[in-house]
């Protein structure tokens, strides 16, 4: 399993930008899809989740700017991001779980960087 991001980039304060993830397979084969992201010297954390059902959950530094979608058609899960701020900046990681004959699968994509700055 291979996870895509792309979509990063620099953003004014305030600004908007959307990241994709495109999975190599079916993302209905994914429990749990989302986003996560690390700052330089800081532990990775939790942006949103969002399950094969649909659905979302948000960290709540994130909630009510950012939204996190799927389209199960092109294998991609998505993260729009508004109102950003420059704590926002840091590198987007998407993940993915799954679960084989019980047992859990974890895969990460290889990130994208976020940069919010005037």
């Known amino acids: 399993v291979h996870l895509a991001e792309s979509g990063g980039g620099l953003v004014q304060p305030g600004g908007s930008m959307r990241l994709s993830c495109t999975a190599s397979?079916?993302?209905?084969?994914?429990?749990?899809l989302g986003w996560y992201r690390q700052a330089p010297g800081k532990q990775r954390e939790l942006v949103a989740t969002i399950t094969e059902g649909g659905t979302a959950e948000y960290a709540d530094y994130v909630k009510g700017r950012f939204n996190i979608s799927r389209d199960n058609a092109k294998d991609t899960v998505y993260l729009q991001m508004n109102g950003l701020i420059l704590e926002d900046t840091a590198a987007y990681f998407c993940?993915?779980?799954?679960?084989?004959?019980?047992?859990?699968?974890?895969?990460w994509g290889q990130g994208t960087q976020v940069t919010v700055a005037s």
């Open positions: 397979g079916d993302i209905y084969a994914f429990t749990v």
């Open positions: 993940h993915a779980n799954q679960y084989v004959l019980g047992t859990r699968f974890d895969y």
